[in-house]
Nanobody, 124 residues
Framework: QVQLVESGGGLVQAGGSLRLSCAAS????????MGWFRQAPGKEGEFVAA????????YYADSVKGRFTISRGNAKNTVYLQMNSLKPEDTAVYYC?????????????????WGQGTQVTVSA
């Protein structure tokens, strides 16, 4: 069983920055691919970013490429999402998820464990 706990969300003005963290339980965190997804009110969930178990491969949605950076600290069992140049359309609940196959994936179906989510609100 893997438990994931997100933190770092909040209210920020457009153009500002936030860093989300996702702390994972378990001694095998370093073997998991990790992803971030988001869901805005009234919309379907969408992929944001993913990272492979080693950190050697990263993937981004076109809408966040160049603004968001995913990274991981395996010694701390934590994955991060640095979000810069935030826009009102980035407003959503952000979820981290664990891919037990280790690759990191853009597909929501690849992920087995999910956190509870953290709210990000970007004001105009």
């Amino acid at each position: 069983q893997v438990q994931l706990v997100e933190s770092g969300g909040g209210l920020v003005q457009a153009g500002g920055s936030l860093r989300l963290s996702c702390a994972a339980s378990g001694r095998t965190f370093s073997l998991y691919g990790m992803g971030w997804f988001r869901q805005a009110p009234g919309k379907e969930g969408e992929f944001v970013a993913a990272i492979s178990w080693s950190g050697g491969s990263t993937y981004y949605a076109d809408s966040v490429k160049g603004r968001f950076t995913i990274s991981r600290g395996n010694a701390k069992n934590t994955v991060y999402l640095q979000m810069n140049s935030l826009k009102p359309e980035d407003t959503a609940v952000y979820y981290c998820a664990a891919d037990l196959y280790g690759r990191g994936s853009t597909s929501i179906h690849q992920y087995s464990y999910w956190g509870q989510g953290t709210q990000v609100t970007v004001s105009a």
